[in-house]
C-alpha cells in the first residue's frame, strides 16, 4: 500500500518540483498543503493535478486547528516541510511573516505530528543558517550557525526547534540543508529567473554592489533527489549538508545568461548592496555521500541553459506569475475550498 506524505508548501518553487518528481517516479500518495501566498503557484502542478496520487489543500502552517485536522484524519506516514517565508530582501523590509511562518509554523507541525505519532518529519532548510564564509573553506553540519539576515535567522530558529524536540521527545526528525536552487517556475524576484525575464524584454539587470557574491548553485531536480534520499535514509536527529559543486559568482551567473540570450552586458546595471549581504556560501557535501550515496548529477552549464529554454518557452507562466493572474486558476479549479 502507497505510503501517505504530507507536503507542505508544494505550491512553491521547490516543492511544486519535489512533487512532480514523486508522483511521476515513485509510488507515494501526496497531500500537498499551501497557504498560496504570493510564491505559491497551483498552476505548477496541472501536470499531476488529476492524479489519484494527488490531492490539495488550501492551508497555512500557522493554522493548527487545520494541521490537526489533516494529520488526524489521514493515516500520514511522513511530513517534507517546504513551507517557508524564503526571500531575503523581504525579510529586510519585514521580518514579522518569516517568524510566523518558519519558526511557529514549523512548530505547529512538529506539535501536530508527535501528536498522532508521524513517524518520519524532514526539516527543508538552507546552508544561508551558517552565514557568511570567507574565500576558502566550505560549510559541513559542524560549522557554527551564525545567520546574518532575518531570513536566515528565523530558518535557523527552525532548525535549532526541530532538534530541540528530537533531543528532549524522541522526535523522528531530519533536517536538509541546501545551496541556492535554480530551475523551472521559481518566482522571478529570484536572481536566475528575474535575469532572464528582464533580459528578454530588454531591461537593465540590477546586479547588487559588485556582483561578486558568490553561491554554489544546484538545480532543483538534484536537491528534491537529496531530500527524497534523506527523507528515505538519513539517520533521525541529524543534518544533511545539499551542494552543487558549483561555486559561482553572481556576476559570472548574469554574464552567462547575457550570452546564452545573445544580449549585451550594456543591459547590466549595478546597483547598492543589500543590507547585511553574504559574501559566499560553498557546500561540503561529503556526509550524504558517504552516508546514504547521494550526488548531483546536473552540471551547471546544461542546468542554466536548460533553465533559460524553460522561461522563455513559457512566457505566459511568467506573465501570470507577474500579474498575480495564476490565482485565478485556483479559483476556477478549487473555488472556495
Wanted: aromatic share 10%.
Amino acid at each position: 500500500m502507497a505510503k501517505t506524505l504530507l507536503i507542505t508548501g508544494g505550491c512553491g518553487f521547490i516543492g511544486s518540483n519535489f512533487i512532480i518528481y514523486l508522483i511521476e517516479n515513485f509510488d507515494y500518495k501526496i497531500i500537498n498543503l499551501d497557504a498560496l501566498t504570493y510564491a505559491g503557484n497551483p498552476e505548477n502542478l496541472i501536470s499531476v493535478e488529476n492524479s489519484e496520487k494527488y490531492s490539495f489543500v488550501k492551508a497555512d502552517i500557522r493554522d493548527r486547528d487545520t494541521l490537526e485536522k489533516i494529520i488526524k484524519n489521514d493515516k500520514i506516514d511522513g511530513i517534507i516541510n517546504f513551507a517557508a517565508e524564503s526571500h531575503v530582501d523581504r525579510s529586510i523590509m519585514d521580518a514579522r511573516p518569516f517568524i510566523d511562518t518558519n519558526v511557529i509554523g514549523t512548530m505547529n507541525l512538529m506539535d501536530m505530528a508527535r501528536k498522532y505519532e508521524v513517524p518520519r518529519f524532514l526539516q527543508v532548510s538552507t546552508d544561508e543558517v551558517y552565514g557568511s564564509l570567507g574565500d576558502t573553506g566550505l560549510f559541513t553540519e559542524e560549522s557554527h550557525i551564525q545567520p546574518n539576515s532575518p531570513y536566515s535567522a528565523s530558518k535557523a530558529s527552525a532548525d535549532h526547534l526541530v532538534m530541540a524536540y528530537n533531543h528532549t521527545y524522541g522526535f523522528p526528525a531530519v533536517i536538509t540543508r541546501c545551496s541556492n536552487n535554480y530551475g523551472p517556475m521559481q518566482f522571478p524576484e529570484k536572481l536566475i529567473p528575474l535575469m532572464i525575464s528582464n533580459a528578454r524584454e530588454d531591461k537593465s539587470l540590477p546586479v547588487y554592489g559588485d556582483g561578486m557574491n558568490i553561491r554554489d548553485w544546484i538545480h532543483v531536480h538534484d536537491h528534491n533527489s537529496a531530500v527524497l534520499r534523506v527523507f528515505e535514509k538519513g539517520n533521525i536527529g541529524e543534518v544533511y549538508n545539499v551542494g552543487g559543486n558549483s561555486e559561482k559568482p553572481n556576476i559570472e551567473i548574469v554574464k552567462r545568461i547575457l550570452s546564452t540570450m545573445n544580449k549585451p552586458e550594456s543591459l547590466i546595471t549595478y546597483v547598492k548592496d543589500r543590507p547585511g549581504h553574504d559574501r559566499r556560501y560553498a557546500i561540503d557535501a561529503t556526509k550524504i555521500k558517504n552516508e546514504i550515496g547521494w550526488e548531483p548529477e546536473i552540471q551547471f552549464e546544461q542546468g542554466i541553459e536548460d533553465t533559460i529554454k524553460w522561461y522563455l518557452d513559457n512566457q505566459k507562466w511568467v506573465d501570470n506569475v507577474r500579474s498575480g493572474a495564476y490565482l485565478e486558476y485556483y479559483t476556477k479549479q478549487y473555488g472556495n475550498k
